[in-house]
Nanobody, 120 residues
């Protein structure tokens, strides 16, 4: 009932920038938390950044000062602006959205993932 479409991944040189987007659609009444996670080969999925409906943000220590999460509530979209990228940022990035449906039930959905590769 909720679909998430991610875009913006790709290949970039170290020091470069990328902007990820994740747009939600479906029978959504409201969205609470939106976030970005990443999973590198052989590693567990980890939280990169999150933003609440009130605009409070939370970042992994490894990306503080380099990544910025934001959201456009009218477009049901969350963004991740990534700057000063490092090879260790290489991973598949997933968005996660939590909220409530028109039917009143809570939901939590994952995007399909977008590959980010940073070359040295």
């Amino acid at each position: 009932q909720v679909q998430l479409v991610e875009s913006g991944g790709g290949l970039v040189q170290a020091g470069g920038s990328l902007r990820l987007s994740c747009a939600a659609s479906g029978s959504i009444f409201s969205i609470n938390d939106m976030g970005w996670y990443r999973q590198a080969p052989g590693k567990q999925r980890e939280l990169v950044a999150a933003i609440t409906d009130g605009g409070s943000t939370n970042y992994a220590d490894s990306v503080k000062g380099r990544f910025t999460i934001s959201r456009d509530n009218a477009k049901l979209t969350v963004y991740l602006q990534m700057s000063s990228l490092k090879p260790e940022d290489t991973a598949v990035y997933y968005c996660n959205v939590r909220g409530s449906l028109l039917a009143g039930m809570l939901f939590g959905s994952w995007g399909q993932g977008t590959q980010v590769t940073v070359s040295s």
